[in-house]
């Protein structure tokens, strides 16, 4: 069976054309699927004995709230989704005076092993295709009834890890025939996958790349990023002038604030020095407590990006949201789902 959602416009006419079906058939098809209809039958432009013909060969991937939970401080959703084949992720909406922000997951669990991250706390289970990317910002949407405005690929996995889908997720959600979402609205979150980051670079994509760097020093980085110890903070910042280099955008440093890890003026300092003259930003990230990890949040973060300012960076503290609910990447699935998928990581 085919995953039909997943099929780019070209591919969909490639489809009908085998169908024996025109061209236009194509564009009908895409449309009523990114409008987040779930059954052919709600396809009405079409033909009964051609909707008939999509469900023998073909579905459409719709996800089931498995648990939602609503932050009574600010609005924030989170959604636990049921795929398809019973694997779960999560999906948050967060709302913003500019606007809402969705943000998604690109994979069943996660392989980097962030020590700080309850995402990888089970291993990877498997890649989401492009179709269950997306289906996380259509169903949102109409769940809630919020029109998301920008979309950040921060949720659970690594999204270059899953590359080739999601460059497809991408290239859907931007389609104008789709949801038209331009790339300048979107993000994308890397903890330094410096092959791949080069990889996207030559995309040119306008989306904004968001480096999890979270320490600037090897000797700590390693200790709490395990993808460090191949790669070497050295090496990652050249790959990210590179990026800037290539694609003309600004690149946005993640760093959760950890108590007495990566907290230090030393580190604020160090940190600065890479960055110097590259118009880069950090946001730095309030930590969230994630019950099976030691690690706790820093008590310097003001402190931490005075320093930082003090040596002409660009910082911002991202705003904590949704604190009455499971916050933290990975905890509402880990919680749903016992430990369970942890047998099936790969």
Known sequence: MIDLKSYDLPELEA???????????????FSWMHKGVTDFEEMTNLSKELRQTLREKAYITRPQVERKQVSKEDGTIKYLWRLRDGNCVETVLMRYRHGNTVCVSSQVGCRMGCAFCASTLGGKIRDLAASEILDQVLFTQ???GAEVSNIVLMGIGEPLDNFENVMRFLELVNHPDGLNMGMRHISLSTCGLTEKIDKLASRRLQLTLSVSLH??????????????????????????????ETTGRRISFEYAMIDGVNDSDAQADLLAGYLAGTGSHVNLIPLNHVEESPLKPSRRVRAFQKRLEDRGVTVTVRRKLGGDIDASCGQLRRKAMGGAEAAERM
């Open 215 to 244: 320490a600037p020093d090897d000797e700590t980085r390693s200790k709490i990023m395990p993808v460090n110890r191949s790669v070497g903070v050295e090496k990652l910042m050249d790959t990210c002038r590179r990026y800037f």
């Open 142 to 144: 109409l769940d809630s």
């Open 15 to 29: 489809f009908c054309k085998d169908l024996g079906q025109p061209a236009f058939r194509a564009r009908q098809i």
